[in-house]
């Protein structure tokens, strides 16, 4: 099973389709809503809710929803990242209900070789969070550092550090 890509392996134009996906409980939304000190009723009060919200029930806190689908990305896109660099773009585009499912998919923007380094390369990459009827619910752009093959070949492969089992 693959973790990640090399520089090598990212593709222009690629799509890679995460598995699988996640039904949001409330127990999920609540948790990331109090480890995170995000009280807002919206998230967290089913009666405030009902009579107070465009939507009469909770809606899934977003930096969840970013946080899952950006999780959902990681054995397809970032599992070898080298570094995260930057989000350039997140939108929340249409909300997150309780016992909703969550699906994502990344596409491969751009790529260039560092400048710096030339053992490692930079990949752009658009993922995209839909709920289990299609609709898009969180789309965001990020700038991946990850290793050449000669990076990960200078230190030990793809998993370095990793004991092989004792004999006997």
């Given at each position: 099973?693959q973790?990640?890509?090399?520089?090598?392996?990212?593709?222009i134009?690629?799509?890679y389709?995460?598995?699988?996906?996640?039904?949001?409980t409330?127990?999920?939304?609540?948790?990331f809503?109090l480890?995170?000190?995000?009280h807002?009723?919206?998230?967290?009060?089913?009666?405030?809710?009902?009579?107070?919200?465009?939507?009469g029930?909770?809606?899934?806190?977003?930096?969840?929803?970013?946080?899952l689908?950006?999780?959902?990305?990681?054995p397809d896109?970032?599992?070898?990242?080298?570094?995260?660099?930057?989000i350039?773009?997140?939108?929340?585009v249409?909300?997150?209900?309780?016992?909703?499912?969550?699906?994502?998919?990344?596409?491969?923007?751009?790529?260039?070789?560092?400048?710096?380094?030339?053992?490692?390369?930079?990949?752009?990459?658009?993922?995209t969070?839909?709920?289990?009827?299609?609709?898009?619910?969180c789309?965001?752009?990020?700038?991946?550092?990850?290793?050449?093959?000669?990076?990960?070949?200078?230190?030990?492969?793809d998993q370095?550090?990793?004991?092989?089992?004792?004999?006997?």
């Amino acid at each position: 099973m693959q973790f990640g890509r090399t520089y090598e392996e990212f593709e222009i134009g690629a799509t890679y389709r995460h598995w699988p996906g996640k039904t949001v409980t409330e127990y999920d939304d609540h948790l990331f809503c109090l480890l995170t000190m995000n009280h807002h009723p919206l998230h967290l009060d089913a009666r405030y809710a009902e009579s107070s919200t465009q939507y009469g029930r909770n809606v899934v806190v977003g930096n969840y929803i970013y946080s899952l689908v950006l999780g959902m990305s990681v054995p397809d896109v970032s599992g070898k990242a080298i570094a995260n660099l930057e989000i350039e773009s997140l939108r929340h585009v249409a909300p997150t209900f309780h016992g909703d499912t969550v699906y994502a998919h990344t596409t491969v923007l751009d790529k260039r070789e560092s400048t710096s380094k030339d053992d490692r390369g930079i990949v752009q990459v658009e993922t995209t969070g839909i709920n289990q009827e299609g609709t898009v619910v969180c789309t965001f752009t990020r700038k991946v550092l990850v290793p050449k093959q000669s990076y990960l070949d200078a230190r030990g492969g793809d998993q370095p550090g990793r004991p092989e089992p004792a004999a006997g």
